[in-house]
């Protein structure tokens, strides 16, 4: 059910300016909000991206548009100012064909057009899920105010978005911003994209208890250990465990400081599902980016956590529609 | 003495849009212009940065506004729109206060500053000179068009810069596009600046000489071979030379590989003077990159040659002032 506090609601109804239908699109969760224009999230609404393995794309698309309606139902179908969505990549951008690693059902699947058809007369911007997060964090978190910004996602896998020079950077195809992507180790592992070494074969999730297994962590547990544990342990003094969250620290730091060295960016802000860990992560990321960026204005640079919770890539995805002039080039 | 072509001269007498004073200072030479609204270059002359160790910092001052007047004589004092410079970094950006690491009598020195002083009235902008040879590949030069590009100089170190959404981006404190000193191997050899393992420590003329010399290359003389002795053996077959510019090329490859991921570059420009070489580095460099950049967007990046000739300092520092929309954020 939607969920909506009277604070919220209160606000909607003495407010002028409409709100934004904004949209998240992960494999396993969708979720679906109104947001304000000031960028609060005024009701909002989750559900499963796939029932199972038959689902086909359609399907995924029904789901989607039933938990859009259920989210307006809930305050009175208010008019609309536009629909921001932020969605796994890739896709085609700004055509927003997509085509999400994590859901094979949608193959260029035309998610901005169909939003069209159901929302007629208003804008519809898709862009990258992580880069949604990013936009929220500069507008709205970690990064308000902040010109030059490094934002990252480091989760499932590792993403990201650059804020230069007070805009969203979308590069020739809209793909800026994939620093899981930079190549931390080209001596190091292969790489789920067909590259070696990249940021998000050292640093993402999956991996980091993956490697730890390999060196015989908790080997006699048959079923597949998380992070959460990985971190327990390495707060106990296991030594794999720990080691684990070294080595991604250090791929972090080096992709963080070739990062600064190429766009000059004064603030690096680090979110998504394994930066909870907090400083079992952040202290080997810290120093070992301290001993990679050595130049005066790449010392300057800081690192900071993200702050805003599980909403960040709805009021990002708002953005692309309340902030259009930073954080959408396309039209 | 200051050269002009009787076709430059007759551009000069017959336009309406004033010419711009171009300056490009590097460590061992000055070098100074009048470039047409056009980008052409109507007349320009040469000098050294330095006479010996002796001369102090208004000392080499004064040898630049000399060369800047005797250009300015050459062809009747002509009103001009403005100053625009490129100066070896780093520096206080916009302030134009340069410390060139090649130039120890300029420590902070008030380069704009004097510039206003001396030709008051008009704007005057300074920017890093790799920075000034990237903006003229990208405004009259082999990027021509291109809305995202990176470009790069590999010559004595690595230089850069990053035009991305048809803009120059200068980053938090003016110094992005320091693509030289993105981490290549983080277990690499040190780098003058620190850090360790940067592409400019692998991939700079001067390393490739000396990674070959200690690999037993040319042990036998004693004078400092170049990099074009280097590509001279290279050609004949000899292993450890063509080693030399496998790793450069390896160094190259994987900083350009990261540079896509982050900033969805859809060109690379790379000039300067170990580039001139030509397949000896490009090919390894391209071989090495297509092994790195795997994702679909970063497969359609393409590496191509700069085109402008030693010129092209002026005519980059130029386009501060002619095409300021573009390639000047900071008034």
């Known amino acids: 059910m939607p969920f909506m506090t009277d604070e919220a609601a209160g606000r909607l109804a003495t407010r002028s300016d409409a709100p934004v239908l904004a949209v998240d699109i992960g494999g396993t969760k969708l979720a679906a909000g109104l947001v304000a224009a000031d960028g609060q999230v005024l009701v909002s609404d989750r559900a499963l991206t796939t029932l199972g ?22 305050v009175g179908r208010p008019a609309i100012q536009g629909v921001g969505v932020g969605c796994s990549g890739p896709m085609r951008w700004p ?81 800026a911003g994939h ?8 001596n190091g592992p292969p790489c789920g994209c067909g590259g070696i070494g990249c940021v998000e074969a050292i640093a993402r999730g999956p991996e980091l208890a993956a490697w730890a297994r390999a060196q ?3 080997s006699e547990v048959t079923e597949a250990a998380t992070t959460k544990e990985l971190a327990e342990d390495a707060r106990a003094g296991d030594k794999i465990a720990l080691q684990a969250f070294e080595r991604a620290g250090w791929a972090l730091g080096v992709g963080i400081a070739s990062s600064i060295a190429l766009c000059d960016v004064g603030l690096i802000v680090v979110g998504g599902g394994v930066s909870q860990v907090g400083d079992l992560l952040f202290e080997p990321l810290e120093r070992h980016l301290r001993t990679y960026a050595r130049m005066g204005f790449t010392q300057n640079a800081r690192v900071v956590r993200a702050t805003l919770d599980q909403n960040a890539g709805l009021v990002g995805a708002s953005a692309f529609i309340l902030a259009g002039d930073r954080y959408w080039s396309a039209d």
């Open 53 to 74: 393995p038959d689902d086909d794309g359609d399907a995924i698309w029904e789901r989607l548009h039933a938990l859009c309606e259920r989210v307006l139902d809930a």
């Open 95 to 175: 055509e927003g064909a997509v085509s999400p690693v994590n859901l094979p059902a949608w193959r260029d699947f035309p998610l901005r057009q169909r939003l069209i058809e159901a929302y007629p007369g208003v804008p519809v911007r898709v862009h990258n899920d992580a880069v949604a997060v990013v936009v929220a964090e500069n507008w709205r978190g970690a990064g308000e105010g902040v010109s030059n910004m490094l934002g990252m996602v480091v989760s499932t896998g590792v993403g990201g978005g650059l804020i230069l020079g007070g805009r969203l950077i979308d590069g020739a195809s809209g793909n």
């Open 179 to 186: 620093v899981g992507h930079m190549v931390a180790d080209p």
């Open 216 to 218: 015989g962590w908790r």
